[in-house]
């Protein structure tokens, strides 16, 4: 079984759409995240959720908007899909806010291209 | 978090040992080194972490500076499939420690394992 899930692994897409990534983790975690790693490779923390509850939100866009329907779910929606939106977004998991960094486990990625 | 410097690129030889240096010249005494990599088309996933003494687990080695400056990543029989993006971070432990904040990831030493 898949840790951390993410859905789907590649969409491409038309500037000006609204589009969802979903994620699901089997973990049991409390805590789930959404990253983004752009063209160059940086990879950056976008959103946190623990227990439904967002508890950090870098500065993205408010375009972005995470949504947890249960905890072990935490989907990205992104509305109005710009051409520098296009990143590979990773989704991830931690038991808690207090896990190390060695407690966190990542899904394998959406591609998003906005064309 | 402390910065972190490492080198872009290295090649290792499959079956030899590869060596993965990582300078923290400004790590805090609370501040725990962790290794992370990156394989092609995947998520992060967590190596090794240590704090002062030197570390081993099934995956690799962890060798720390006795002043903490700098630190070396070993694994010590590479295969093909080690090929990937090599990630050291510099974070405290505990909230803040990689939950609240999300991890800081650099540009990473991309490690190719050669035939």
């Known amino acids: 079984d898949t840790a951390v899930s993410q859905t789907p692994k590649y969409l491409v897409t038309q500037m000006g759409n609204d589009k969802s990534i979903k994620c699901e983790q089997n973990?049991?975690?409390?805590?789930m995240y959404w990253y983004k790693q752009d063209s160059k490779k940086f990879l950056k923390i976008m959103f946190s959720?623990?227990?439904?509850?967002?508890?950090i939100n870098e500065t993205v866009p408010n375009r972005f908007s995470p949504k947890s329907p249960d905890k072990a779910h935490l989907n990205l929606h992104i509305n109005s899909l710009e051409l520098g939106d296009s990143a590979v977004y990773f989704c991830?998991?931690?038991?808690?806010?207090?896990?190390?960094?060695?407690?966190?486990?990542f899904g394998s990625g959406t591609r998003l291209t906005v064309v | 978090d402390a910065k972190t410097t490492q080198p872009p690129s290295m090649d290792c030889a499959e079956g030899r040992a590869a060596n993965l240096p990582c300078n923290h010249s400004?790590?805090?005494?609370?501040?725990?080194v962790y290794w992370y990599r990156q394989i092609h088309s995947q998520g992060p996933q967590y190596i090794i972490h240590?704090?002062?003494n030197n570390e081993t687990n099934e995956m690799a080695s962890l060798i720390i500076t006795e002043d903490r400056k700098s630190s070396t990543l070993i694994l010590p029989h590479a295969t093909l499939r080690d090929t990937a993006v090599y990630y050291c971070?510099?974070?405290?432990?505990?909230?803040?420690?990689?939950?609240?904040?999300?991890?800081?990831f650099g540009k990473g030493t991309h490690l190719i394992i050669q035939p």
């Open positions: 991830a998991s931690s038991q808690d806010l207090t896990s190390a960094p060695r407690g966190y486990t």
């Open positions: 973990l049991g975690h409390d805590t």
């Open positions: 959720y623990n227990n439904k509850e967002l508890i």
């Open positions: 400004t790590i805090s005494g609370n501040e725990y």
């Open positions: 240590g704090l002062k």
């Open positions: 971070i510099v974070r405290v432990a505990g909230v803040g420690g990689g939950g609240a904040d999300g991890l800081t």
